[in-house]
Nanobody, 124 residues
Framework: QVQLVESGGGLVQVGGSLRLSCAAS????????MAWFRQAPGKEREFVAG???????THADSVKGRFTISRDNTKNTVYLQMNGLKPDDTAVYYC??????????????????WGQGTQVTVSS
């Protein structure tokens, strides 16, 4: 059974930092793009950052310069380092993986494996 399990979420003050992890099991995603999405209450799920199998990455404009996605293929794990957190970053953060292509997609329907999500709350 393939699973993506996120961890590292929590409550943090404005300007603080968190590091999210997403550990995959059941198959390897070392050759596949992986990404982080988030969904705030009352809003649609949105792309945060994505990374190719070789480490090429892209970040949403809203997090560029503050968040960094990375991956460790030996551990089948992807990370999201979040610095300078703002109240608008409050959301459930989801890890996702897509198979069958090397292309890094920016929309959620392109991804076919998802984690259960981890809550990030930024207090002002």
């Amino acid at each position: 059974q393939v699973q993506l399990v996120e961890s590292g979420g929590g409550l943090v003050q404005v300007g603080g930092s968190l590091r999210l992890s997403c550990a995959a099991s059941g198959r390897t995603f070392s050759a596949n793009p992986m990404a982080w999405f988030r969904q705030a209450p009352g809003k649609e799920r949105e792309f945060v950052a994505g990374i190719t199998w070789s480490g090429g990455s892209t970040h949403a404009d809203s997090v560029k310069g503050r968040f960094t996605i990375s991956r460790d293929n030996t551990k089948n794990t992807v990370y999201l380092q979040m610095n300078g957190l703002k109240p608008d970053d409050t959301a459930v953060y989801y890890c996702a993986a897509k198979t069958g292509t090397y292309y890094l997609g920016l929309v959620d329907y392109e991804y076919n494996y998802w984690g259960q999500g981890t809550q990030v709350t930024v207090s002002s």
